[in-house]
Nanobody, 121 residues
Framework: QVQLVESGGGLVQAGGSLRLSCAAS????????MGWFRQAPGKEREFVAG????????YYADSVKGRFTISRDNAKNTVYLQMNSLKPEDTAVYYC??????????????WGQGTQVTVSS
């Protein structure tokens, strides 16, 4: 079982930036693709970005492509999401999870607490 802890969220103005971190522990991490997801109140969970086990391939939803960058440091068991040019519609709770494939929204783990991102206009 892998435990995932998201951090780095906060309140920013539109156009600002945040970097989210997802720290994994309790089990082997580097063998799995990882993804970031988000959920706003009243909306379904959205697959935002994914990254292959070795970091060689990435996926981005059209809504964030060109603004967000996913990366990972397997030596630190950590996945990052750099978010630039933030928009109010990016406001959501952001979660990370293990993925079957980096481009798929099929997750292998349970959902954690997430980290809140709020973008003001």
């Amino acid at each position: 079982q892998v435990q995932l802890v998201e951090s780095g969220g906060g309140l920013v103005q539109a156009g600002g930036s945040l970097r989210l971190s997802c720290a994994a522990s309790g089990r082997t991490f580097s063998s799995y693709a990882m993804g970031w997801f988000r959920q706003a109140p009243g909306k379904e969970r959205e697959f935002v970005a994914g990254i292959s086990w070795n970091g060689g391939s990435t996926y981005y939803a059209d809504s964030v492509k060109g603004r967000f960058t996913i990366s990972r440091d397997n030596a630190k068991n950590t996945v990052y999401l750099q978010m630039n040019s933030l928009k109010p519609e990016d406001t959501a709770v952001y979660y990370c999870n293990l993925q079957k494939n980096y481009y798929s929204d099929y997750v292998l783990g349970s959902w954690g607490q997430g980290t809140q991102v709020t973008v003001s206009s």
